[in-house]
């Protein structure tokens, strides 16, 4: 087993005892809940992928559709396991008001075509960030 297998291990065993914690604190905030969500949707995702496709077998033409593809999927997964999160913690502790309001669910619901859009935008720009550094990486090596 390589070493990054170790790690995303480690890493997703500290995100899910970080939820669970949070499913046991009192917070009625949307924020925590959704750094959460937008945690547990990236390992998600990030593990299938790595799991499924090497990049070095990426052609390079195809990198920027496949960045925007994984951040619009994971910015809609990230909105959705926001409310299934919400649902969770009000089920949990279940008082006479609840923690999240059934709006609020749906409200992270309806804003998941913007979130798929914030997701694939940032990925889109994480990947030319990448590529400009490996190019200019490239022109130095070259200069010598």
Same mark, same amino acid.
Do not use: C
């Given at each position: 087993?390589?070493?990054? /297998?170790?790690?995303?291990?480690w890493?997703?065993?500290? !995100?899910?005892?970080?939820?669970?914690? !949070?499913?046991?604190?009192?917070?009625?905030?949307?924020?925590?809940?959704?750094?959460?969500? $937008?945690?547990?949707?990236?390992?998600?995702?990030?593990?299938?992928?790595?799991h499924?496709? /090497?990049?070095?077998?990426?052609?390079?033409r195809?990198?920027?559709?496949?960045?925007?593809?994984?951040?619009?999927?994971?910015?809609?997964? /990230?909105?959705? $396991?926001?409310?299934?999160?919400?649902?969770?913690?009000?089920? &949990?502790?279940?008082?006479?008001?609840?923690?999240?309001?059934?709006? %609020?669910?749906?409200? &992270?619901?309806?804003?998941?075509?913007?979130w798929?859009?914030?997701?694939?935008?940032?990925?889109?720009?994480?990947?030319?960030?990448?590529?400009?550094?490996?190019? %200019?990486?490239?022109?130095s090596?070259?200069?010598?």
């Amino acid at each position: 087993m390589s070493n990054s /297998t170790h790690v995303l291990r480690w890493v997703t065993l500290v !995100w899910g005892t970080a939820i669970l914690v !949070w499913l046991s604190l009192e917070d009625s905030s949307p924020v925590p809940v959704a750094i959460l969500a $937008t945690g547990a949707s990236l390992l998600l995702l990030g593990t299938q992928v790595l799991h499924r496709v /090497t990049l070095d077998a990426v052609n390079e033409r195809y990198i920027f559709p496949i960045s925007a593809a994984f951040g619009a999927l994971s910015g809609a997964s /990230t909105a959705i $396991t926001t409310a299934i999160l919400m649902l969770l913690k009000t089920g &949990m502790h279940a008082h006479g008001v609840p923690d999240y309001s059934f709006v %609020q669910m749906m409200g &992270m619901v309806e804003r998941a075509p913007l979130w798929a859009l914030a997701g694939a935008l940032l990925a889109i720009g994480i990947a030319l960030a990448v590529q400009s550094v490996k190019l %200019q990486a490239g022109a130095s090596d070259t200069s010598r």
